[in-house]
């Protein structure tokens, strides 16, 4: 098992997740704004939950949970566009950042980040630039969780191919 990021006591438990989600809503929101913010920041949820597990799961479970992290990141991507639209923002994109580092720290800082988020409720982000720093984020996650996947991959390879030489 890999050593152990801060421990985050709410993320698994089901009603302190809950109350994480609810506490972004906008203080004056009509029920669009309420269900948009709640789809968001689940989603959001989901992404730290499965990067969470990946950073310290046992090394045969990595494989899995970065996978799964990758594909939350992305449907969390895939999504965004129309969640804008339905509370009427432009979808602003965002400017994914040059990784720099092992996969593993990478995933760690973006966490990290994406973690500060979904624990800042004050912050306003049902706005063009408070969507694109989330997306930005969720972003560096699943690269980083699809990079840490090839890094396994090919610790694989070179151990198989070490085994059949040696």
């Known amino acids: 098992m890999s050593a152990p990021g801060p421990r985050r006591p709410w993320?698994?438990?089901p009603s302190a997740g809950g109350r994480a989600v609810r506490a972004?809503?906008?203080p004056s929101a009509g029920a669009v704004d309420a269900?948009?913010?709640?789809?968001l920041w689940t989603d959001?949820?989901?992404?730290?939950?499965?990067?969470?597990?990946?950073?310290?799961?046992?090394?045969?479970l990595v494989h899995g949970t970065a996978w799964r992290t990758a594909?939350?990141?992305?449907?969390?991507?895939?999504?965004?566009?129309?969640?804008?639209?339905?509370?009427?923002?432009?979808?602003?994109?965002?400017?994914?950042?040059?990784?720099?580092?092992?996969?593993?720290?990478?995933?760690?800082?973006a966490t990290g980040r994406l973690s500060a988020h979904l624990?800042?409720?004050g912050q306003d982000v049902l706005t063009s630039e408070g969507l694109?720093?989330?997306?930005?984020?969720?972003?560096?996650?699943?690269?980083?969780?699809?990079?840490l996947l090839a890094e396994e991959a090919d610790r694989t390879v070179c151990s198989r191919v070490r085994a059949a030489a040696g």
């Open 71 to 109: 594909a939350a990141s992305a449907g969390l991507l895939r999504r965004l566009r129309g969640l804008c639209a339905e509370v009427g923002l432009v979808w602003p994109g965002f400017s994914a950042v040059d990784p720099d580092g092992p996969a593993r720290g990478r995933l760690r800082a």
């Open 132 to 147: 694109a720093a989330v997306a930005a984020d969720v972003d560096a996650v699943g690269a980083a969780a699809v990079a």
């Open 35 to 39: 269900v948009v913010s709640d789809a």
């Open 11 to 13: 993320l698994y438990d």
């Open 24 to 26: 972004h809503r906008p």
């Open 44 to 60: 959001v949820l989901r992404v730290v939950r499965w990067a969470t597990a990946t950073l310290d799961c046992r090394p045969e």
């Open 119 to 121: 624990s800042s409720p």
